[in-house]
C-alpha cells in the first residue's frame, strides 16, 4: 500500500498464484529501512548447513520423538508375552470319559486364535516401526513420517482393541457362564488355561492404553511443528 | 493504510501462513461481507472451496462434520436395537426359560452403553467441528477431537468386538465347552444383535476416519 507522499513502500513478497504484479508495490521509491524485507530475507535463504541436527528449537519435538520410541519399546513386551502366552494355553484334564471333551486349547476358541494373531501382528508392527520413530528422533523436522506412524498406529490400535475385546467376552463366559443361555463355566475345570488366557488379556489391553498414548502423542508432536 | 489517491489493492493470498504485511488480513471470525466482497474480487471461490492452508483446512473440517452426522445413525441404531432386543418363545417348562434380553449378557449392557456413549460424544462434538470450520486456525480444537475421537474408537470397538464374539457363540456354539447356539431358537434376538454389531462397526470404521482427518488438519503444511 504505497502512498504518493510519504516513502513507507512496504515491498510485499508472498504472492499468490495467479495473481500476478509482483511489482505492484516496487522499492522504486526510498526505502526506508522496510521492516518487511530483512525478515523475508533471513527467512526464505536456508541456512548452509544442510541437515539441522540438534537444533535448540527442536528439542521439544525431539523429546517427544524420543518418548514416543520409549513407548513403542514398552508396548512391544506385553504384546509378545500375550501372544505368547495365548498360544501355548493347552489343558488336559486327568478324567477321561466317551461323551464329553477335557482338553481346552486355544484354537478351539475363535476369539482366543484372533488375540494371538493380532497380538502377533501388533508386535511386529511395533519392531518394524521402531526404525521409524528412530528417524524422526534424528530429524524432528518430518511431520509427514509422524502423519504416516499415526495413521498406522490408529488401524493397528483398532485392530488390537478388536482382539482383545473379543478375548474378554470368551474370557468372562468361561469364568461366569450364562444362566439364561444354559452355559457353564469352563474355568471351575480348566484352571491353568482361564489364568493364561486372563492374563494374556490384560496385557494386551495395556499395550491398548500404550497405543492410544501414542496416537495422542504423535498428534502432539504433528501440531508442535 | 488505504492511501488517498490510488485505490491500490494488493491481494494477499496466505499460502504460507505468515502474517500478511498489509493491514488487511481476512478476519479469522465467522466471515462477513467485506471478506465476500474481497473475495469476490478475486474470483467468487466459494467458502469452502478456496486455497491455500486454511481452505483445505476448512474443507477437511466440513469433512468431519458430515462423518459425524453419518456417525451418529448407526451409534443411536445399533444402541436401540440392542435395547430393544426382548424374544419370549412360546414354550413353557419348569426348568428352562424360553426368553432372551439383552441383560441377559454382560457383554450387550456394555454394547448399548458404549453405543449410547459414543451417540450422545458425537452430538457433543458437532459444535466442535463447526467452530474448526469457522476458524481454520484453531488446533487446539482439532487436537482435542482427535483425542476424544481415539477415546471413542477404542470404546466402540471394544464394545462392538465383543458383542461380536457372544454373537459369534450363540450363532454358532462351541464343542469344547458345551455351549449351545441359542440362535436355533432365538431367530429374531440374534438378528436383531447381529444387526446391532455391523452398525457398531461401521461407526468404527467412521471414527477411525475422523481421527485421521483431524491429525491431517493439524498439520502446518498441508498433506
Known sequence: MSTSEAATVLPVYDVAPGQGEPSKAPGAAAPSAPPAAPAAATKTTARSFPMRLFHRSDRGSRCMAFLDFLLRIAAFGPLLAAAIATGTSDETLSVFTEFYQFRARFDDFPAFLFLLVASAVAAGYLVLSLPFSAVIVLRPQTTILRFLLLVSDTIVLALLTAAAAAATAIVALAHNGNERANWVPICMQFHGFCQRTSGAVVASFLSVFIFVLLVVLAAFAIRKR | ?223
Open chain 2, 1 to 223: 493504510m488505504s492511501s488517498a489517491n490510488e485505490a491500490t489493492v494488493i491481494h494477499v493470498d496466505n499460502t504460507t501462513g505468515k502474517a500478511p504485511v498489509t493491514a488487511q488480513p481476512p478476519p479469522a471470525a465467522a466471515p462477513t461481507a467485506p471478506v465476500q466482497q474481497q473475495q469476490r474480487k478475486s474470483g467468487g471461490v466459494p467458502f469452502l472451496l478456496r486455497g491455500g492452508a486454511d481452505g483445505f483446512r476448512r474443507c477437511m473440517a466440513f469433512v468431519d462434520l458430515l462423518l459425524r452426522i453419518v456417525a451418529f445413525g448407526p451409534t443411536l441404531a445399533a444402541a436401540i436395537a440392542t435395547a430393544t432386543s426382548n424374544e419370549t418363545l412360546s414354550v413353557f417348562t419348569e426348568h428352562f426359560e424360553f426368553r432372551a434380553r439383552f441383560d441377559d449378557f454382560p457383554t450387550f449392557t456394555f454394547f448399548v452403553a458404549a453405543n449410547a456413549i459414543a451417540a450422545g460424544y458425537l452430538v457433543l462434538s458437532l459444535p466442535f467441528s463447526v467452530v474448526g470450520i469457522i476458524r481454520p486456525k484453531a488446533t487446539v480444537v482439532r487436537l482435542l477431537l482427535l483425542i476424544g475421537d481415539t477415546v471413542m474408537v477404542v470404546l466402540v470397538t471394544a464394545a462392538a468386538s465383543a458383542a461380536a464374539a457372544i454373537v459369534y457363540v450363540a450363532h454358532e456354539g462351541n464343542m469344547r465347552a458345551n455351549w449351545v447356539p441359542i440362535c436355533m431358537n432365538f431367530h429374531g434376538f440374534c438378528e436383531r444383535t447381529s444387526g446391532s454389531v455391523v452398525a457398531s462397526f461401521l461407526a468404527v470404521l467412521v471414527f477411525i476416519l475422523l481421527v485421521l482427518l483431524s491429525a491431517c488438519a493439524i498439520r502446518r503444511r498441508p498433506c
